[in-house]
């Protein structure tokens, strides 16, 4: 009997084996598709563009060449034209936006660039559900196209430090000297979206698991006897965040990675700093023996300056550092 089943399985692997060399020998066989974009220097949606590409092919095992050009005769021939040709059209694979009337814009007026063009198309097949394309679409892609069509989505704020955005890292990959022949941005336009490939493949995981997370700190906030206090049994990603969706929590505890207790601060909202209520001051910046002087809970291990997180050995001391700070 445990020698049908070895033969069994051998046949079995045999043959998903063969599968996969008969598609692999298959797509090989096949001319490779022509991607076309413009030669010189590239911006971060097209980077963008030709890295959900990248991952398309990968995903397919197409063959693909990748042409940089300016030439209207070399760009009439390609499969995929993206960011130049001045013609938008999905049922020809043409996703430029330079052409006038451009190419349309979302619900929220943010105009469509190359990238937003082709993760429209293209975008859906590397995302488990819709609810996740829209969320790239909105954390990834819209802030290049908004940037590529002249469109702000940053106010400076009074500290007048500006964030280092994803453009900013593109733009280190482009030559830094004026006369670089095209050959120069060409091999720059690879590594740059080799790197895109990467950012955009987390970016995917990361929306995957935060909806994830968003599902599992609900039950948690609804298990919960006291609404203000949450306390989980294992971290959840981004908690601090995810339980502003609701009105009444002010702490969350959960474990750390060295097997300790943590205390943090609900933010006021997901995207600012700022929490709902902080730890008491005199708690600011105290380890160990003098932070358990001060507060009173002898697993206590420190409080962050910053007022937003504190440490405990056990979770009975989380909790009751957080009771002692919803009522200071």
């Not at 694979?93 to 990238?115: F, L, M, S």
Request: some cysteine; aromatic content about 10%.
């Amino acid at each position: 009997m445990l020698e049908i089943f070895r033969t069994e399985n051998y046949f079995m692997i045999q043959s998903n084996y063969m599968k996969k060399l008969f598609f692999t020998v298959k797509n090989y066989l096949k001319k490779p598709k022509i991607l076309i974009t413009h030669n010189g220097k590239f911006h971060t949606d097209d980077v963008l563009a030709y890295a959900i590409l990248l991952k398309i092919f990968k995903l397919s095992g197409e063959r693909f060449k990748l042409i940089r050009t300016r030439d209207e005769s070399i760009i009439e021939k390609g499969d995929i034209v993206f960011d130049i040709g001045n013609i938008y059209d999905p049922r020809i694979n043409r996703y430029d936006h330079h052409q006038k009337g451009h190419a349309g814009e979302r619900e929220n007026t943010i105009p469509y660039a190359a990238a937003g063009l082709v993760w429209k198309q293209f975008g859906p097949q590397l995302c488990s559900s819709k609810e996740v394309w829209q969320a790239i679409d909105k954390s990834l892609v819209q802030p290049i196209d908004a940037g590529d069509n002249g469109v702000s989505t940053y106010t400076p704020n009074s500290l007048g430090v500006k964030n280092f955005s994803i453009g900013d890292v593109i733009d280190c990959f482009i030559p830094d000297y004026e006369d670089a022949p095209l050959k120069a941005y060409d091999k720059a336009f690879i590594k740059a979206g080799k790197l895109m490939e990467f950012i955009l493949t987390k970016t995917i995981t990361k929306a995957e698991r935060k909806i994830k997370n968003i599902a599992e700190a609900a039950v948690v906030y609804e298990q919960s006897p006291n609404k203000q206090i949450i306390v989980c049994e294992k971290y959840i990603p981004g908690i601090k965040k995810l339980l502003t969706a609701f009105p009444e929590p002010l702490y969350a505890i959960y474990p750390d990675q060295n097997n300790k207790w943590r205390v943090e601060g609900v933010r006021t909202n997901p995207d600012n700093f700022p929490i709902r209520k902080n730890l008491p001051e005199e708690w600011g910046g105290l380890r160990d023996d003098d932070f358990i002087k001060i507060c009173g809970i002898p697993d206590a291990t420190f409080c962050h300056p910053g007022l937003f997180t504190a440490g405990s050995k056990t979770k009975e001391g989380a909790i009751a550092l957080a009771e002692k700070a919803v009522s200071a």
